[in-house]
């Protein structure tokens, strides 16, 4: 059973930067592709980022691609979410999500993913 914990969420102005951080702990660590989603009331849950278990793939939702980077250290059994050029429509509940990893590539899609955080808020002011 793995378990995950994200901080690092809060409270920014528009153009501003977070990172976010997932840390988790219960199972091999490097065995877990891990991903970051989004949720805002009243909306489905929707992908941003997926980096495979080695680093080595990393996946982004068109609308951050060049303003968030995704990363993981295994030896510290985290993954960040590191988030420049904040957007108000970036506002959401960040969640991050372990998957068992079976292929080299992540997977983009939430049932797809085994384990799950509680979510940490962050909300973009303009």
């Known amino acids: 059973q793995v378990q995950l914990v994200e901080s690092g969420g809060g409270l920014v102005q528009a153009g501003g930067s977070l990172r976010l951080s997932c840390a988790a702990s219960?199972?091999?660590?490097?065995?877990?592709?891990m991903g970051w989603f989004r949720q805002t009331p009243g909306k489905e849950r929707e992908f941003v980022t997926a980096?495979?278990?080695?680093?080595?793939?990393?996946y982004y939702t068109e609308s951050v691609k060049g303003r968030f980077t995704i990363s993981r250290d295994n030896a510290r059994n985290t993954v960040y979410l590191q988030m420049n050029r904040l957007k108000p429509e970036d506002t959401a509940v960040y969640y991050c999500?372990?998957?068992?990893?079976?292929?080299?590539?992540?997977?983009?899609?939430?049932?797809?993913?085994?384990?799950w955080g509680q979510g940490t808020q962050v909300t973009v002011s303009s």
């Open positions: 219960g199972g091999t660590f490097n065995s877990y592709a």
């Open positions: 999500a372990a998957d068992f990893a079976v292929t080299p590539n992540p997977p983009l899609h939430e049932d797809e993913y085994e384990y």
């Open positions: 980096i495979s278990w080695s680093g080595g793939t990393t």
